[in-house]
């Protein structure tokens, strides 16, 4: 995992991890009620007080940022921002 170590311990005194594997999301998804999305395959972590809880990460460095950010940090993560970029003609010289 690429986080530095001292992130690690802080997440993991508050968050359990799992992975949600293809047979939870079968036994999930056939008894589903009405209304409910489809669950997917991906890490989860649990907050130890029971508190929160989120699911369907790639990769559980992943995971372990996102309880960073929610139980440690007690705010949102930092956003990605998508530049759009301005395709301008430039006159060719002669």
């Given amino acids: 995992m690429w986080l ?27 008894h589903k009620r009405e209304g409910e999305l489809r669950l997917l395959t991906g890490w989860a972590w649990t907050a130890k007080n029971g508190t929160a809880q989120r699911q369907g990460f790639k990769t559980i460095t992943v995971a372990y940022r996102d309880a960073w950010y929610s139980l440690v940090q007690h705010r949102d993560a930092p956003r990605l921002r998508r530049t759009v970029l301005k395709v301008v003609e430039r006159e060719v010289a002669a």
């Fill in 4 to 30: 530095p170590s001292d992130v690690v311990r802080a997440v993991e005194e508050v968050a359990r991890f799992h992975y949600v594997a293809v047979a939870d999301t079968r036994r999930w998804n056939e």
